[in-house]
């Protein structure tokens, strides 16, 4: 039964509310420190980026280097980018997902 006439408990629904955006921003902490990996031609070309998307490193195999073709080279490298980021943003989906869900049905919040 809830007290107050049908009314919930301010006081319980602002606690859960600090935990969810505590959560939330740990788990974004988290997302800024974990790296992940997406590849292009095989491997060829490698970009690493965090959870949140920021870019942090780039291997390109030699083999990939073609004086002649730098336009092949450079797709590479933007499908690799894509590919880490699409990554990284499941991974944001997976660790963001359910706790911005529960802090857009809080009411009064503007999520």
Known sequence: MIPGG???DM???LQQAQKM???LAAAQEELA???VEGSSGGGL???TVTGAGEL???VIDPKAVDPEDTETL???VVAAVRDANHVAQELQQTKLGPLAQGLGGMPGLPF
Do not use: E, I, W
């Open 11 to 13: 006081q319980q629904l």
């Open 33 to 35: 420190r974990t790296p």
């Open 6 to 8: 049908g009314q919930p």
């Open 45 to 47: 070309v490698k970009a």
């Open 74 to 76: 450079a797709d590479l």
């Open 56 to 58: 942090q490193g780039l």
């Open 21 to 23: 955006q505590q959560d």
